[in-house]
């Protein structure tokens, strides 16, 4: 599975932004997918998942009732929706598919490139 993401960009605190995660390949449907973030000198970190029928999502705490994860299996695309953005959501966002506990990277197969979300204050 190759993974494209796309979507980040420069807002400023409040706004909102949609990231895109385009996979290619037959098998889409067979993964769970996840999003993560890295920070300039931190680690990468969870932000949310969703199970292979989008029956099941999940969200970091610092998230919740801001970011909604979906899929559209016939696209072979996985969406996060980003509102209320703040400064500290500032990272590179990594689309990823894997088949299993989906809170950690090492659980994760294949990764996209990544996207910049920039929050200005």
């Known amino acids: 599975v190759q993974l494209q993401a796309s979507g980040g960009g420069l807002v400023q605190a409040g706004g909102s932004l949609r990231l895109s995660c385009a996979a290619s390949?037959?098998?889409?449907?067979?993964?769970?997918m996840g999003w993560f973030r890295q920070a300039p000198g931190k680690e990468r970190e969870f932000v949310s998942a969703?199970?292979?029928?989008?029956?099941?999502?999940y969200y970091t705490e610092s998230v919740k009732g801001r970011f909604t994860i979906s899929r559209d299996n016939a696209k072979s695309t996985v969406y996060l929706q980003m509102n209320s953005l703040k400064p500290e959501d500032t990272a590179v966002y990594y689309c990823?598919?894997?088949?299993?506990?989906?809170?950690?990277?090492?659980?994760?197969?294949?990764w996209g490139q990544g996207t910049l979300v920039t929050v200005s204050s």
């Open positions: 990823a598919a894997g088949t299993r506990n989906p809170y950690s990277p090492r659980n994760y197969d294949y």
């Open positions: 390949g037959r098998t889409f449907s067979s993964y769970g």
């Open positions: 969703i199970s292979k029928a989008g029956t099941s999502t």
